[in-house]
């Protein structure tokens, strides 16, 4: 699958069957979330991988949505926000960590598509809760749940516009 395919197919799914995800696909599509862009090729990001079902149910609950607890796996984003603050100040704690996480949650999203593997972006939970669930340090923001896991439906291809504009609004 070319990366054009895979931009153009993927699509964000909430239903997930009931099968396992192999540990070394996992890896893979982690391996691919890694080599996103970074503000300053710092390390400022860190993923978790959460198989347990309580801590998904927990999750789930976190961001007032039930599917996240039927996938079989959720990868936490997580942002290192004092880490980016160190070399750019509050710019880098509270954009460029951001700018950084959203390309690798790009990255993990299109590589698990290309493995047959769905996912859903879920940026809406109570983030302490999250934290105190995973046991995320201070100074780390989790930024995302990513419920991945083999589809049961996926869904239609929704209508998009980009609002574009050359050398002035």
Not at 19 to 30: Q, T, Y
């Amino acid at each position: 699958m070319d990366v054009l395919e895979a931009i153009l197919d993927r699509r964000s799914v909430r239903k997930f069957i009931n099968k396992p995800i192999e540990p070394d696909i996992v890896a893979d599509i982690l391996e691919a979330g890694k080599w996103a862009p970074t503000a300053g090729n710092l390390n400022t990001r860190s993923v978790i991988i959460v198989r347990d079902v309580l801590s998904r149910k927990q999750m789930a609950r976190a961001s007032s949505q039930s599917f996240v607890a039927e996938a079989p796996v959720v990868l936490v984003v997580c942002a290192h926000q004092r880490l980016a603050a160190r070399k750019y100040g509050k710019r880098g704690a509270y954009l460029y960590v951001l700018q950084d996480t959203a390309a690798m949650i790009q990255n993990i999203m299109l590589a698990a598509h290309s493995f047959g593997i769905a996912s859903c972006w879920v940026g809406a939970f109570n983030e302490d809760y999250v934290a105190r669930i995973l046991k995320i340090p201070p100074g780390v923001r989790p930024v995302a749940l990513i419920p991945i896991g083999y589809p049961k439906i996926i869904p239609e291809v929704p209508d998009r516009d980009l609002d574009i504009h050359v050398e002035k609004w």
